[in-house]
């Protein structure tokens, strides 16, 4: 599943699809003031993106009002908060991380993640993630429980379809932590 994910431009465009639809909608609310907002997208350098689709990656949608100048960024699932790794490699390498299986080793070396990397993710996943608003709010809704110590792996469980589907629906529930400052460091 995870290696076919990370490297199929598809996927990857159908999330940047999803993308413009989420910039469309923030777009569309305008600005609190009333004011009319205007594109001003954040250049980034996405890591654990393939190359066939690099350059439809390299913006963050955002916008600007036209009479406050407060920034709106949209929600997205292309991207988890700041990060320079991909949300999708956020995800599925902690997913993989969690078990310390082959696979996760191969998945680690095949996206370029340093194993420290995978380890605080893993550590934002079970101590930060489920004190979130988001968690909070929604994790009575999943039955059985989620066992937030395996997350993401037991989260992405809960969502049916195939891998690709399944995954998609995780990334757009986990898409309001991408407008939110969210501590997920990845040292340097």
Known sequence: ??????????????????????????????????????????PRKPRACPKEVRSAYESRFSFCCNRCRRRTTSRSVRFLGRRVYL??????????????????????????IPVRTLQRWREWWQKQFPLTQLWQASCARFMPPVATDLCPASLLERF??????????????????TVKPINLREGR
């Open 87 to 112: 949300g999708l490699a956020v995800v599925l390498g902690s997913a993989r991380h969690a078990g310390q299986t082959p696979a996760a080793a191969r998945l680690s070396g095949m996206l370029d």
């Open 160 to 177: 049916a379809g195939s891998a690709e589907e399944a995954l998609m629906r995780l990334l757009v529930f986990l898409s309001p932590l």
């Open 1 to 42: 599943m995870c290696h076919a994910l990370v490297q199929s431009p598809p996927f990857f465009l159908l999330l940047l699809r999803i993308d413009e639809e989420l910039a469309e909608e923030a777009r569309s609310g305008g600005c609190a003031c009333g004011g009319v907002l205007h594109r001003a997208n954040y």
